[in-house]
């Protein structure tokens, strides 16, 4: 109910879904209705189906069965007046005007009974089944008249629908049964999935019986089944029926569209799946492929392990630099006025020392702006007439002092002109700070090739800030690319979109185009020389090898070699034309870079490639800017490390660095704060979160942090494998042993089981070593536990119960049920309450280990792996992160009453290990950075909305994950949420496209603001909040069907 139907993640679903059915199309793939007719000469619609998809899960439909289903969508589809709903579609008006057998064959529905389901399943799973939704495994009815399943019919039945095209069934995957209900999985530790889940894949894979098969109205479809034979007039479906009991009836493969699904996800064997294992059971033997994106090697392990399912991995959306807009934009003039004005008259820059003079004048604008826009805490003024602020480093300045009765600046100014200089050069780098930010931008379309632009984004970001290589190359690099071969030219029209007698302008600098097209307008308008020049502009450009005669003049021949033209009419590489600045090393890889990103086509080849059942190469898993190009191109069936050489020694000797700062950082505070013990001013103990993903893309950066902060090294046999991890001397660490709780994420779990008993090892040997346990408090805190009756009390490596995910928190956000911070808290503990290590222990209880290690935490340590997932972008981090800051909050309360509290409550550093630069961030300050430059960013959200549906998903989501951060961290800062509101609600351009695009994603922007509201988050004036409440009611009415979007 919040628009996630029909997207993923980074990845434009319906402009993806468009690619890949015209591809098949031309393959020769039977698409029923869509390869013949009006429909076969008509573009594909992808949105259109996904909105066909949306209607088809709405709960009245479903409930009106087969039939019913049918009727509304043709309806919708047609605009019938009587409809409720819209689909504007003209492919899929196209089809069911054709004939009544075509909008038969578009619109799959069918039913499969509990009975049947039951059959299907095995009494066994079955009576588990029954156990975990209310139903009699006897008789396959639901216990109560009063109980309805989520996707029954009004007789009782599933009902399982879609939208098929000749043999390619399009369905979404059925909801596991949670929403609105996240306790569940608090209790229930062997909850199966959904019964509608069920029937959806035991459908598609079968088995069914002959009788069935032959009476189906619509068939079970693949993306399998392919047309053989020699032209297409005589090519033959090879499509049929089988007999039953010995080919029971199957898709021939299954494809999972995005990042990511559910069902390896499904409760079982956290390893290898077992015959018990959801996974297995439902999808059997049928071949999966999997598209998702190159940057997720971790779940993307999991799909290919649990889900058995072969990779295509698709490249991530362009990066782009975040820029400045609205106040921010003025501020930075205001500053930059500032400056000229103080620095173009010394006399006058004198007399603003007494508050006169033109820059003078400039402070009261600047003071109220940053007040506006909640800049205090980034960027605390320090100095005379500096108004303190509880929770601050520093504090601020306050307009009112500043102003007489007149509302005039006071004079003389009660603030030092030097402080106030000093200052302003500390807020602008602030502010060029989030206008270099970068972000990803857009959502990627499967197999699309970049064009020149966006081949510059990337090369940007890759090259950022590299001497070796100057920003006019990268330019030259990125707009001339080979004619020939896979690495065709980027201004080719297919990849462009561009005409052809307008390719060679369009690949130009804009300076350099409007050059071109004026010289044109004189060409054509009479004056020969310029008509010539032009001409053989773009005859050169568009010619291999052009037999042209040069009368140019020398400098018109220098101009057109700048824009990658050569004597001979070739496009000449990047050497030929680059500065004297760049390297011959640089820019070979970035013109490496840059052919492997015009191969991103590979990855519709690939996919071609699975569904043939061929051989899909493999790469590694990983994002241009961590792990270089070396994970391009993409459309490769992605892996990750091995897991024996990890720490690699660079993320060794990062996660030193990281440490060593945290450790810094939070003893300074603690001096600052007077918390620091008398025998030590370090932290007792860090949490640091070990998350699959972080880790393999890192090379295990985060488990480096845990040996460092422990005080230990890893150890390697003769092959460079690593087998243990040993403590280091104290004489050489020079410090005490710092404890360490391991928030380890199920994924993590399971692939580095290795590592997790290396590190169990290490925390017994640290626990039992002859130290001084002010030198060692991994000792002291394993004595505490020991005197309270606990055994085992080295367990520092805690997770979700064994082949279980995630920490629940996310589902009672996004669901609303929960009252207080602090039941979030202790919903994160109750999930991640269970210990893993050596000899056996593999997800044994251990709560009351787990809450003396949280009562003892100072600082939490997460890592950002990559600019595509910050902290505003998906859920998992105010889960986890924010969560576990929570449940340290609440367990300190018992385990150490006694202690001074930490201002702010336990601390969190935020590592981007993406970039160079390794310092540790407090996440409030990351926090505003990142809403600053993508939520509350024009440009970001632009660019969102230009992706559709999937980009007002993304929306729509950053605004939960406002709220889920406010939940757990208590991040709950008043022009976030105001600028929230003035952006997505008050502005009624952008709140009637997001309506139109994707009304359920619009609702829940709608409706955070006002639960924000409500819950004391923020205070919405009266203006606003009627406006967000009849934003919410008109909505309501659309997604119903009582309006329709305008």
């Known amino acids: 109910n919040v628009g996630a139907l029909g997207t993923a993640a980074l990845l434009n679903v319906p402009a993806s879904l468009s690619k890949l059915l015209e591809q098949l199309r031309e393959e020769g793939y039977d698409l029923g209705p869509a390869s013949r007719g009006k429909a076969a000469t008509m573009p594909i619609d992808g949105e259109g189906i996904v909105s066909a998809l949306q209607l088809m899960a709405l709960d009245p439909v479903v409930r009106a069965g087969p039939e019913g289903t049918r009727r509304a969508v043709c309806a919708a589809v047609m605009g019938d007046e009587k409809s409720q709903h819209k689909v504007e579609s003209p492919f899929l008006k196209a089809i069911i005007e054709e004939s009544p057998k075509a909008a038969g064959e578009l619109i799959s529905a069918e039913t499969v009974s509990l009975r049947r389901l039951k059959e299907q399943l095995g009494a066994q799973l079955f009576r588990k089944l029954a156990d975990s939704w209310g139903l009699s495994s006897s008789s396959g009815q639901t216990k109560s008249l009063t109980t309805t399943l989520i996707g029954q019919t009004s007789q009782g039945d599933l009902l399982v629908s879609g939208i098929q095209l000749g043999n390619v069934f399009i369905g979404v995957q059925p909801l596991l049964g949670f929403e609105g209900d996240p ?10 999935p959904h019964p509608h889940y069920c029937a959806f894949y035991k459908t598609l894979t079968g088995p069914l019986s002959k009788e069935e098969g032959e009476g189906r109205k619509s068939a079970v479809a693949s ?15 090879q499509h049929q029926w089988v007999d039953s009991g010995e080919e029971p009836l199957r898709s021939d493969v299954m494809l999972h569209f995005g990042m990511h699904g559910t069902y390896e996800w499904l409760p079982g064997s956290p390893l290898g799946n077992t015959a018990q294992s959801w996974p297995d059971v439902l999808m059997g033997s049928i071949p999966g492929l999997y598209l998702y994106c190159a940057n997720n090697p971790s779940e993307s392990i999991l799909s290919k392990r649990r889900g058995v399912s072969a990779i295509v991995s698709h490249n991530v959306p362009p990066y782009s630099r975040a820029g400045l807009y609205k106040e921010l934009a003025s501020l930075k003039e205001m500053i930059d006025e500032f400056r000229e004005t103080d620095r173009g008259d010394a006399s006058e820059a004198e007399e603003a020392g007494s508050g006169e003079g033109r820059a003078g004048d400039s402070v009261l604008p600047i003071v109220e702006a940053v007040s506006k826009l909640g800049l205090w805490k980034d960027c605390p003024y320090i100095g005379k007439g500096t108004v303190g602020e509880e929770g601050n480093e520093g504090g601020s300045l306050d307009a009112d002092a500043l102003t007489g009765p007149d509302g005039k600046l006071v004079s003389p100014i009660p603030i030092e002109m030097n402080e106030f200089r000093q200052w302003l050069e500390h807020l602008r780098a602030y502010l060029l700070e989030l206008q270099n930010r970068l972000f990803s931008e857009g959502l990627h379309v499967l197999g699309e090739r970049p064009g020149p632009e966006k081949i510059e984004q990337y090369l940007q970001a890759y090259f950022a800030d590299d001497p070796a290589l100057a920003e006019a190359d990268i330019q030259s690099i990125a707009r001339s690319a080979p004619l020939n071969g896979k690495g065709s030219s980027p201004h080719s029209a297919a990849s462009s979109g561009v005409s052809p007698k307008n390719i060679y302008p369009a690949g130009l600098p804009l300076k350099s185009q409007v050059s071109f097209y004026l010289r044109r307008f004189l060409g054509l308008m009479g004056v020969g020389r310029f008509r010539e020049e032009t001409d053989l502009e773009m005859s050169a450009f568009n010619s291999k090898s052009a037999s042209v005669n040069w009368n140019l003049s ?13 004597r001979e009419g070739t496009v000449v590489g990047a050497a030929a034309v680059v500065s004297q600045k760049s390297t011959p090393e640089r820019l070979k890889e970035a013109t ?5 990103l015009l191969e991103t086509d590979e990855e519709m080849t690939s996919m071609l490639k699975g569904l ?12 241009l800017l961590r792990d270089g190009p070396g994970v391009l191109p993409t459309g490769r069936n992605i892996h990750a490390l091995d897991p024996y050489r990890m720490p690699s020694p660079a993320a060794w000797s990062r996660g030193q660095e990281i440490a060593k700062a945290v450790l810094e950082a939070e003893t300074r505070k603690a001096l600052e704060e007077g918390r620091a013990s008398d025998e030590s001013p370090l932290p007792e103990t860090v949490a640091v979160t070990l998350w699959g993903l972080d880790a393999i893309k890192t090379r295990g950066e985060s488990v480096a942090v845990v040996l460092a902060l422990v005080g230990a090294r890893p150890v390697k046999e003769a092959t460079g494998r690593i087998v243990r991890f040993e403590l280091l001397p104290l004489e050489e660490l020079g410090r005490p042993r710092v404890d360490v709780l391991c928030s380890m994420s199920g994924i993590f779990r399971d692939t580095f089981g290795n590592v997790v008993e290396m590190l169990d090892d290490l925390f017994k040997r640290a626990a039992e070593v002859d130290e001084p346990v002010e030198m060692n408090f991994i000792k002291k805190h394993a004595k505490e536990l020991e005197d309270q009756g606990e055994d085992r009390a080295h367990s520092r490596l805690f997770s979700n119960p064994a082949g279980d995910f995630g920490s629940m928190v996310n589902e009672r956000v996004g669901s609303s049920d ?10 994160w503990t109750s999930r991640n309450a269970f210990s893993f290590g050596k000899g056996g222990e593999t997800g044994k209880s251990r709560a009351k280990i787990l809450q003396h290690m949280l009562g003892t935490t100072e600082r939490v340590v997460q890592q950002i792996d990559s600019v595509e997932y ?21 367990a300190a309360v018992s385990v150490r009453p006694s202690r001074k509290k930490r201002r702010g409550g336990v601390g969190v550093s935020v590592v981007e290990t993406y970039s160079k630069d390794v310092t540790p961030r407090e996440l409030e300050s990351l926090l505003r950075v990142e809403y600053r430059t993508k939520l509350l960013n024009p440009k970001w959200s632009e660019a969102m909305m230009k992706q559709g549906s999937g980009g007002a998903y993304e929306i729509g989501q950053r605004m939960t994950a406002l709220l889920g951060w406010g939940a757990t961290a208590e991040f709950r800062e008043q022009w976030v949420y105001e600028g929230a509101a003035d952006r997505y609600a008050n502005d009624e351009e952008v709140a009637a496209r997001l309506a139109k695009l994707n009304p359920e994603a619009f609702r829940n922007v709608v409706r955070r603001l006002l639960e924000a509201h409500g819950r004391g988050f923020w205070t919405a004036d009266e203006k606003t909040l009627q406006r967000l409440q009849e934003l919410d009611q008109q909505t309501d009415d659309m997604i119903e069907g009582v309006v329709v979007a305008p």
């Open 183 to 192: 306790m569940r999985l608090l209790f229930e530790r062997d909850l199966t």
């Open 612 to 623: 043939r059942g061929e051989y899909i190469p493999p790469a590694p898993g990983g994002d």
């Open 592 to 596: 490496a870079i840059r052919d492997l």
């Open 554 to 566: 020398e400098e018109r021949e220098k101009e057109m070699r700048q824009r990658g033209v050569d």
């Open 223 to 237: 993306l399998g089944k392919r047309k053989t034979g020699g032209s297409r007039g005589k090519e033959k479906d």
């Open 818 to 827: 929960w009252t207080s911070s602090e039941e979030l808290g202790d919903t």
């Open 870 to 890: 910050g902290l505003t972008d998906i859920q998992e981090y105010y889960a986890n992160t924010g969560a576990l800051k929570k449940a340290a909050e609440n």
